[in-house]
């Protein structure tokens, strides 16, 4: 994991001074674990992906998938993705289609339109921001 959260580092163009900073905890507790004396604790990795989060949490403990959550996209654009906390998901996506198809209905020339989505900008309180491009 530490060989990780160097590349995130590098990749982010911060020093150990800045990313413990950033993360809220002590200098050397990031020089300890770069170093390989110390191994993050779940309090260091929760920190780190609540600051960050476009940080994918698979990458960063098991070392799966890219390493940020926008390398993944398309799976933003999965309509078969199970709705979370709604017992009713299957019904919400039903409805959500219909309400999108009778969006798109013109009612004086009774033709269908078509939009396309361009793209989809997540704005972080971090001031960073993540792009989607669904096509």
């Given at each position: 994991?530490?060989?990780r959260i160097l590349q995130f580092m590098q990749n982010e163009q911060l020093s150990s001074t800045q990313f413990a900073d950033n993360i809220g905890v002590q200098r050397s507790s990031v020089s300890h674990i770069l170093s390989g004396r110390n191994n993050p604790s779940f309090d260091f990795i929760r920190k780190i992906l609540l600051t960050y989060p476009q940080i994918r949490a698979e990458w960063l403990i098991l070392g799966e998938g890219g390493m940020y959550k926008?390398?993944?996209?398309?799976?933003l654009f999965?309509?078969?993705?199970?709705v979370y906390g709604d017992t009713k998901s299957e019904e919400t996506r039903e409805a959500a289609k219909k309400e999108t198809a009778d969006r798109h209905v013109d009612n004086e020339k009774g033709k269908h339109?078509?939009?396309d989505i361009e793209r989809v900008v997540i704005f972080y309180r971090n001031?960073?921001?993540t792009e989607y491009h669904p096509h």
């Open positions: 994991m530490k060989e926008s390398d993944e996209s398309r799976e999965d309509e078969n993705a199970p339109e078509t939009t001031n960073t921001f």
